[in-house]
């Protein structure tokens, strides 16, 4: 199980001096968040272009705000998440939730060797009975499995924010996927 290194500081400044934030804090922060940050909106989003594009807004929201964060009970981390579900509820509501169209000559560019609609047809229905079978879970479980699996959080920092033991985010862990592995075979 890998461990997560102890969470930088947003700046590296005495508290007596109120001078900018340090690059190269800032540039450490980045690295140990933007593949947590990535990976959050890439879930909700589906798309890699949009999701690049959004955690490049989180960080640069995050940068301009950075002296509105004071740190306390909140973690940088979770600051930073707060800040990339607003950017995605409101890249939501300037979409209106619908799909972007192409037009027919971005077709004609798609690479003979890409696979037909059949195997996208099944890769979806596959995906929606993934779905539907996680949306039978109990709150906790659906939330312990996107903390791990989109988030990628550890067993210890997932019962940090569950309020239980690493032992019981593990047992409960296993449980779940006995559950979700059941209700894909009565399928």
Excluded: C
């Amino acid at each position: 199980m890998a461990t997560r290194a102890p969470e930088p500081s947003p700046t590296s400044r005495p508290s007596d001096q109120a001078s900018p934030p340090d690059d190269d804090a800032f540039a450490r922060l980045y690295e140990a968040y933007a593949d947590r940050v990535y990976r959050y909106l890439l879930s909700r989003t589906s798309s890699p272009v949009d999701a690049e594009e959004l955690t490049s807004r989180t960080f640069l929201n995050a940068l301009a705000n950075l002296d509105g964060y004071r740190g306390g009970g909140a973690k940088f981390g979770s600051w930073l998440m707060s800040i990339a579900h607003n950017l995605l509820a409101n890249w939501y509501r300037s979409r209106g939730r619908r799909p972007p169209t192409a037009s027919l000559d971005d077709a004609m560019g798609v690479p003979a060797n890409t696979p037909g609609p059949e195997a996208s047809l099944e890769t979806s229905e596959d995906i929606q009975r993934v779905r539907k079978a996680v949306r039978r879970l109990s709150a906790d479980r659906q939330r312990l499995l996107a903390l791990k699996y989109v988030e990628g959080a550890t067993n210890m920092e997932i019962g940090r924010q569950m309020g239980r033991t690493e032992g019981a985010i593990k047992a409960l862990h296993h449980r779940t996927l006995l559950q979700l592995q059941e209700a894909l075979r009565e399928r």
